[in-house]
């Protein structure tokens, strides 16, 4: 097996235990819409460090993995992820400080607030009456689920291909329908937890990050147009950078 083989093959099993491991996290977010009959307390559903810690560690791992921050704008960017996902995950099993601060408002004890109750779009939908908090639950756990298995797809097929791309300007596969799939990717993952459970720290995060993600985009087609110059021109004429290709326009091959 000569040395291309070898690279091929870690690839692959890069990406596999990539796709096995966010597969195993959305399995488990899952068992929600198994078992709507199960519903944990608050006092169960929160004070789960152990939770806190491992889905945290894991999520971070992938996004760093996946991402690969070099440039220190690219770190800055993802120091901004990690207090997303830090504060996100420490609120979701950890302290639910924003159910403390609008359980006033709602003129409710926060201790309502269980594991189907704080998916707070569905608690919203259920008690201004259009529909009820289980078919809200499962609304937004198929909603955010896709669009978190949406995400994850792209940023680990744009890995692939830059990774496989070895430095060429990449401009086929997933690059021939968008210039910025891993960028989408983690847009659509924030959006995702924003519905799946939304907190008062990530609302405010959310549009910092995303406008991070956007601003590193066009630095990225600033930089491979000064690399590659006419061909780098040419496809970003031709390929639109976060709204996927899903036609080719008229007279292209």
Request: glycine share 10%; net charge positive.
């Amino acid at each position: 097996m000569n040395l291309a083989q070898n690279l091929d093959r870690r690839r692959v099993l890069r990406i596999g235990f990539v796709i096995f491991t966010v597969g195993l996290f959305l399995l488990g977010f899952l068992g929600t819409l198994r078992n709507p009959e199960e519903n944990m307390p608050f006092d169960k559903w929160y004070g789960n460090w152990s939770m806190v810690f491992m889905i945290t560690g894991l999520f971070l791992f992938f996004v760093f993995f996946l991402t690969r921050p070099r440039r220190p704008k690219e770190w800055r960017g993802a120091s901004l992820t990690s207090a997303f996902f830090i504060s996100l995950f420490t609120e979701m099993f950890g302290i639910p400080l924003t159910l403390y601060l609008l359980a006033p408002l709602l003129g409710v004890d926060p201790k309502v607030f269980g594991m189907h109750e704080s998916h707070l779009w569905a608690y919203l939908l259920s008690r201004a009456g259009v529909m009820g908090l289980k078919a809200g639950v499962y609304l937004v756990m198929v909603v955010s689920t896709g669009l978190i298995f949406l995400g994850f797809t792209l940023l680990a097929t744009g890995w692939k291909e830059v990774y496989g791309g070895e430095g060429a300007l990449v401009i086929d596969r997933v690059y021939a329908k968008l210039r910025h799939p891993q960028y989408l990717g983690l847009i659509l993952i924030i959006v995702a937890f924003l519905i799946m459970w939304p907190t008062l720290l990530t609302i405010l995060l959310a549009p910092f990050l995303i406008g991070r993600y956007i601003l590193l985009a066009k630095e990225e087609d600033r930089e491979l147009k000064e690399r590659f110059g006419e061909d780098f021109r040419r496809y970003k004429e031709s390929v639109p950078g976060f709204v996927p290709l899903l036609f080719k326009p008229e007279g292209e091959s």
